[in-house]
């Protein structure tokens, strides 16, 4: 089941790109297949650096994870940077911790150099603790990135209440570094940007097939071939076709649903700094406002499975447990998008070929790290310097029993919908 058409983000869209299915021959330097975040950062920072690059996309620019996004600008990675320390050792963990605290400051000059109409924020996020055992999570993770530089903040309850506007939460972590966007607004001007700088922009055009002769890559769709030096597939949760380089990832939903626009008075009520939210249940529930005063609240689940109408249930008693004065706005839209999550929470890059780069598992933190990651790809590839890369690449990157995890999650995720936030 496809709910795409019932997202918010689709119906208040302002951004717009020209494009078009590929037909003929065409040959580029880069060639980028997949039009969310990575791939139109990568075609954006190609383009402008004088390549000629191409970006093929499946579908519609954003029509995959990158469109149904939360919107949280957020920095960083899920993962505290011990861990990402743990995984990555010491230089390569410092590198990517620091290029991704600066990814909520790249985003938002990238709206402002290419005027993008994307409803950008920049008030800061809040992690709330919906416990006990999750305020001392954020205890450790503000011990961790104040001693990284970061410029948090540890809110106490009665603060988390000024700030939410909402009791039931133990305290929460304040990022003043991150925001909100309207995704699917941002990543259609970056497709945008990416072609007035010159880059040319194909939808509806999937990759059949791509093979290399020669130091030469040819990437085949229905209706036409491009021939191109470097490669960079950034499909992340949406890959269609091109089986031998499937990502390897646990794909994992999200849903989101959203009032219609509230009144003056209940908008003054909630999150009156404006941050975008989310919170450290293990099934985590987000929560924001846009910018013509809807709430918008989401958790984990799909919609298209049978676990819908649990979902969907929750998540009004879940609203009025945090607003009481929302128990009766019924919800407008609701949509789901699909994440691709890796093992270690860690974005892999893989080497698919020579001069071809593909990038996957962004673990629901796509906004930040694929802007950077993907103009990090472009540059590497135009300069043939893999040291530019964010993390260092791999050959292969495997998961295994992604079935099996995948129904795990969802099962739980409906299980604790159905019990939780009950009267």
């Excluded at 249930?313 to 407008?332: H, I, N, T």
Aim: with cysteine.
């Amino acid at each position: 089941m496809s709910d795409h058409d019932q997202s918010l983000w689709l119906k208040t869209c302002r951004e717009h790109v020209d494009s078009a299915p590929l037909t003929g021959k065409l040959t580029v330097d880069l060639a980028v297949i997949g039009g969310g975040y990575t791939g139109c950062s990568a075609a954006l920072t190609a383009a402008r650096a004088g390549a000629t690059v191409c970006l093929l996309e499946a579908q519609e620019i954003g029509h995959g994870g990158s469109g149904r996004n939360v919107g949280l600008a957020n920095a960083g990675l899920w993962l505290p940077p011990a861990d990402i320390r743990a995984h990555l050792g010491g230089e390569a963990g410092d590198r990517l911790i620091d290029l991704l605290a600066a990814a909520p400051a790249d985003v938002f000059d990238l709206i402002d150099r290419h005027g993008i109409d994307c409803e950008p924020v920049r008030s800061g996020t809040l992690h709330c603790a919906h416990s006990t055992s999750g305020l001392k999570d954020l205890q450790a993770r503000h011990t961790q990135l104040a001693a990284s530089g970061a410029p948090v903040e540890l809110l106490s309850a009665d603060q988390a209440i000024q700030r939410t506007g909402s009791a039931a939460f133990h305290g929460a972590l304040f990022d003043p570094r991150a925001g909100t966007i309207q995704p699917l607004a941002y990543v259609r001007g970056l497709a945008r940007a990416a072609a007035e700088a010159g880059a040319q922009v194909f939808t509806q055009s999937p990759v059949e097939s791509m093979q290399q002769y020669d130091g030469v890559w040819f990437l085949n769709t229905a209706q036409g071939t491009v021939r191109t030096k470097s490669v960079i597939q950034a499909t992340n949760a949406y890959h269609q076709s091109l089986k031998a380089s499937t990502p390897a990832y646990v794909p994992v939903y999200y849903f989101q649903y959203s009032t219609a626009p509230l009144s003056d008075n209940l908008r003054a009520s909630l999150l009156p700094g404006g941050e975008g939210c989310w919170d450290t249940g293990l099934i985590m529930t987000s929560f924001r406002m846009d910018q013509e005063g809807r709430f918008i609240i989401g958790g984990m689940g799909d919609l298209g499975q049978a676990g819908r109408a649990v979902h969907s249930g929750w998540v009004r008693r879940k609203m009025a447990e945090l607003y009481p004065q929302l128990a009766d706005q019924p919800l407008v839209e609701g949509w789901h998008g699909r994440i691709a999550m890796t093992s270690d929470h860690i974005p892999k890059i893989t080497r698919i070929g020579p001069n071809a780069l593909s990038v996957h598992g962004f673990s629901g933190r796509g906004i930040g790290p694929g802007t950077v990651f993907g103009r990090l790809m472009a540059e590497s590839l135009l300069n043939n310097d893999p040291s530019q890369l964010p993390v260092p690449s791999v050959s292969e990157y495997r998961e295994s029993w992604t079935g099996l995890r995948r129904a795990y999650f969802e099962t739980g995720a409906a299980l604790t919908h159905l019990i939780k936030a009950r009267f």
